[in-house]
């Protein structure tokens, strides 16, 4: 592992670390019903399927697909999300989902060991994203089915440019949001044909934003300092924000995309 890989892993871990305890806080977009259930209903499941949730966080997806399929593997780095997320499958009664903790980059299953693979809102964090991605492939089974949802950044570049200086200003362990043509060509670069290429919007309260994080009085400044400037005209974030209830909100968007392993 290179210096520098290394010193973005430390912010990883220090980054969701502290993030734990709220990682499953009601009223976050992490875990609202409606966008887990979009997920759901946009994914291949049967109750013979093992399943490997890739960089799981707490295992909000992974606990989610717990009741539609056989065994999950709820794989991710962090000891204290894994903790959080065994402690909440325990006092709902999941029997079924495994927590392991490793590394996205360097999966420790054999090849072709799950019908299906996912992985959800984690590719802005990966140092980089190709090496997750193989990865991520070479342990979905011959005609199993792999998933990636993420954030993606705007079209254009310079207001992608802007997005993420923006976010890793509220999280350093966010390197890039890719959009979606980068997403597409990732799949189809590695012989996979998108089944589907979904997009949709996810409104976001902007003060629980920022306080997932922690983030400093600065990089709260500049963000809401950023955002009011865009609703008066000004330079374009890519975060479309609006008022709400008298409250700064904003927009992320979302992307699935889903692709059958050729056989």
């Known amino acids: 592992m290179t210096n520098s890989r290394k010193k973005h892993q430390e912010k990883i871990l220090s980054q969701f670390t502290s993030q734990a305890k709220r990682f499953d806080q009601k009223g976050y977009s992490l875990s609202n019903k409606e966008y887990l259930a979009w997920t759901l209903e946009n994914i291949p499941l049967n109750k013979d399927m093992v399943v490997l949730d890739a960089a799981a966080g707490t295992g909000i997806l992974a ?7 056989r065994k999950v593997y709820a794989l991710d ?16 009664g999941l029997e079924n989902v495994i927590f392991k903790q490793g590394l996205a980059e360097a999966l420790p299953y054999p090849d072709q060991k799950f019908d299906l693979v996912t992985c959800r809102l984690a590719f802005h964090h990966f140092y980089d994203y190709k090496t997750p991605f193989l990865e991520m492939l070479r342990v979905t089974k011959k005609g199993g089915f792999l998933v990636v949802m993420d954030l993606i950044s705007p079209a254009a570049e310079k207001i992608a440019a802007r997005y993420n200086e923006l976010e890793t200003l509220r999280d350093d362990s966010h390197i890039y949001a890719l959009t979606e043509k980068e997403f597409i060509d990732l799949f189809e670069n590695h012989g996979l044909q998108p089944a589907k290429v979904l997009n949709r919007d996810v409104e976001m309260v902007t003060e629980d934003w920022l306080n997932l994080t922690k ?12 955002l009011e400037g865009e609703l008066k005209n000004g330079e374009k974030t890519g ?22 392993k050729p056989a």
């Open 63 to 69: 606990r989610k697909l717990a009741g539609a399929v």
């Open 239 to 260: 975060m479309r924000p609006f008022k709400k209830e008298g409250a700064l909100h904003f927009l992320h968007r979302w992307i699935l995309v889903l692709a059958q």
């Open 77 to 92: 780095a962090t000891a204290s999300m894994l903790a959080a997320g065994e402690k909440l499958a325990g006092e709902a």
């Open 215 to 226: 983030a400093s009085k600065s990089a709260r400044e500049t963000i809401f300092r950023a």
